[in-house]
């Protein structure tokens, strides 16, 4: 088995952890440990035995390394940078990038407000609204029973919640969901089969998998949704105006921080 030694505070029983000293890694060595006589297992009570072990590593005390072109092509060679400005205008690349995956949650979670607040209230299909809070219930009680407790029980200690609200989400789902469709169906969004072709194949790749072992486990209407709604939210983004907004963010990040005289 594998297990992280140290040498101060190890756990393990005098003289286990000398016999390791002065091996390098990758090589692997044999030496007798003898256990205290009042160790706790009978048969291992005062007894003597050969371990074998294979040293994987070193760890020393961490150390903050320099930037320095020399670092940046052999530690961060993955970026493909050669030298510290390069690397600093990449990782100036990769926080807007993050920033831009944050800006989209926010677009998206305001959107769904605006949408679901501004909407009259319709009767909605109960089939839907059953399936999805089934969908949702067998999940937590699963959860449940691998607990070995109660279907509401589990509900109101690990989630701080009650049926009654498992339901009234489902509802709300259902709701958003309709709301959702009906944009897609105002501005053309439909997806296309061949964008699901694209969407799946991108998925698989993520999760190293193939297209069709992908399209099996989730079910093609799982991926169909997700992908349209992506789909929408990337036209809302699109369109929306960030840029400006990741600029003023990259700005404040890098002006200096005010002191009192």
Known sequence: SEITLDKENNGYIPGFIDGMY????????????????DYGVENLNGQTVVFKV??????????????????????????????????????????????????????TEELLKMLTEGAERISLPEKSVESRYWYVRQMYENYANTYDMEYAEFLEENVGKTDADIRKE??????????IYSVIKAEGLELTESEYKAGLDEYAEVNKTTAAAFEEYYGKAVVWDALQYRKMIDFVFQNADVEEIIQKDSAQDTEPAETEE
């Open 22 to 37: 002065g091996v390098m890694p990758g090589n692997t060595v044999e030496y007798e440990v003898t256990f205290p006589v």
């Open 170 to 179: 489902a509802e709300d789902f259902i709701f958003e969901d309709l709301i």
């Open 54 to 107: 294979k040293v994987d590593y070193i760890l020393g005390d961490y150390v903050t390394p320099e930037l320095t072109d020399e670092f940046v092509t052999k530690s961060l060679s993955e970026t493909g940078c050669k030298n510290v400005s390069e690397f600093m205008l990449y990782f100036k690349g990769y926080v807007n990038d993050k920033r831009r995956e944050e800006l989209k949650e926010q677009v």
